[in-house]
């Protein structure tokens, strides 16, 4: 059984997790501004407002200001490009604890490894990019709600803007991002996942070792991204892979060609899973 009711409390853990990752990451101005009213006097004497201590401060400087959907998130999924490796490495190691245990004793009751090793790499990929995603909706839909409509008409988003215009995104903001936060909060997390999980079937022995390898991918290719950017070469934003994650509204971009590329680890992945079944059926010994 693939959803144990372990996975099911990981899956709503991380699920949860994220949600309140976003939530800190789009209050994280109104966290500093409290922070500088606790710790500094010259801050606090030079508010024109009085304030009943810091709670009172904090909750009346998330409602003074002037929310808008658009930063709402931003600056809500901002740190996810960041984060999203770890989830690969996470996967790949629940993938890899269960492959050396319950599932040697599936591999050998039935009789077949392929077909169960492909359906477990898939299931396992797919309900922990899922924890992602629900996240990401619950996330879009409350800023819908409490905001609603009030957007920021000086962002504009560059993804997609070479297949359906330059307006796309100012005329089909929530479409535009729930599109693009599918994007983030699950295609690349299943990405990741694969690429883990591959990974992990590598090596025989030391196969723990290599679910590092999603973070040693994806900061790799952001150093080498960085600095191809910082040399004015058009080809680092195509290789840095927190490009993708955070898309800001300061270049145009070639969309198939940054989904292309950010997409060869999954490649990369299925060719490992497929190379470690390459044999056909588990031999039983």
Known sequence: MLLTYKRLKVFFAIAIAVYIVMIISVLS??????????????????LINSYNGSLDFFIKSISETEWTFDYSIVFGTFLFQFLIP?????TAIDFLKR????NMFIYNRKGIYKPILWKEAIIT?????????I???????????????NFDEGIT????????????????VYTYTFIEGFIKFFYMPFVYNIFGIGLSLLGEK????????PLLYYFGLTVVGSTAISLNLEIGYYLNPTVLMSLGDFYTINSFLILLINSLPLILGLIFIW???????????
């Open 99 to 102: 492959h050396k245990t319950v």
């Open 125 to 133: 990929s797919l309900i922990y990019s899922m924890a992602f995603l």
């Open 29 to 46: 101005d109104n966290f500093i501004f409290t922070f500088q009213y606790i710790t500094n006097e010259a801050y606090r004497d030079s």
């Open 135 to 149: 996240s990401f909706m619950i996330f879009w839909l409350s800023c819908i709600l409490l905001i609603g409509s």
């Open 206 to 213: 030391n196969s723990k070792y290599y679910t590092a390898g």
């Open 86 to 90: 770890f989830i690969g490495a996470f």
């Open 157 to 172: 988003r560059p993804l997609f803007a070479d297949w359906f215009g330059e307006s796309f995104y100012s005329d089909h």
């Open 275 to 285: 190379r470690e079944t390459r044999y056909g059926d588990f031999e039983i010994s």
